[in-house]
């Protein structure tokens, strides 16, 4: 069964990191796009970072709202992908959520990060950022 763990949530001041880790299990791993997203109460869900594989070739975006300050990386070995989140503004809280898609093209990751191309999700950890 496929599933996704997020962890690493908490609260911070603003300026501060956080890693968010995503930890899967029962995924398809010869070709797959990892995403990020973020929704904050009365908004809608926003894509902050893809990671596509296809058999060793990998390509990883951020959304124009976060680039310079988030990244996403992920550790095959281990099956868990991260969201490494640097000098964070109290506009970047939220729930975060990992959710994965099975796909064989990495045009998933490029433009807008579109959440109705991701068919699994975790269950999201929240992130607060306050003085």
């Known amino acids: 069964q496929l599933q996704l763990v997020e962890s690493g949530g908490g609260l911070v001041q603003p300026g501060e990191s956080l890693r968010l880790s995503c930890t899967t299990s029962?995924?398809?791993?010869?070709?797959?796009?990892i995403g990020w997203f973020r929704q904050a109460p009365g908004k809608e869900r926003e894509g902050v970072a893809c990671f596509y594989y296809n058999g060793g070739t990998t390509y990883s975006a951020s959304a124009d709202s976060v680039k310079g300050r988030f990244a996403i990386a992920g550790d095959n070995a281990n099956n868990t992908f991260y969201l490494r989140m640097n000098n964070l503004k109290p506009e970047d809280t939220a729930v975060y959520y990992c959710a994965y898609a099975w796909v064989p093209y990495p045009d998933i990751c490029t433009g807008i990060i579109d959440n109705r191309r991701f068919n699994y999700w975790g269950q999201g950890t929240q992130v607060t950022v306050s003085s």
């Open positions: 029962g995924v398809h791993w010869d070709y797959y796009a």
